[in-house]
């Protein structure tokens, strides 16, 4: 699926919808090289070309186009959208749906954690842990100390428990 068509994005890449956060309309964050969040961010994210990287705390949906990456040593709620030959690599916490295209990549490292449901059709890395529902023709690998959390039935409702 081309990442354009599911973020809503047109043809013209240099244009994106803006975000309506608060009752402001906010324009959302477009990156084009290295950017580093440090503290609170809220709002969507469209990483064009370089790396970014979370530190601090994000609250809104990322989308890597097309060779971008992603560094979450901090905390990342929303969903996240994997380009082709995209890659995220979580040390922290990544709380959302993730969408990985064919040639695309994420990582969760030795005490990171991901939490959501994954759309994979490109390679999920596991060496921390991870709890969701999974669809897609993508792979999964889990190496060392990675696991994947059973989803827990109690009063007909599911959930998992960390």
Known sequence: MDLRVLSGIGDNMETYPNDLIG??????????D??????NH??????????????????????????????????QYGTVNIGPGASVVV???????????KDGSLTVEEGGKFAGN???DGVMCLRGVY??????????KVEGKGEIKKPVIRDRII????
């Open 23 to 32: 009752g402001e309309i906010v324009p959302p964050l477009v990156i084009r």
């Open 34 to 39: 290295e950017y580093v969040i440090t503290g």
């Open 42 to 75: 809220k709002g969507t994210i469209y990483v064009e070309s370089g790396v970014l990287n979370i530190d601090g705390s994000h609250e809104g949906t990322v989308n890597l186009l097309p060779g971008a990456a992603m560094r979450i040593k901090g905390e």
């Open 91 to 101: 040390f922290g916490i990544l709380d959302g749906t993730v969408n990985i295209q």
């Open 118 to 120: 994954l759309f994979n």
């Open 131 to 140: 709890g969701g529902f999974v669809n897609g023709d993508g792979k999964i």
């Open 159 to 162: 959930y998992f428990d960390w």
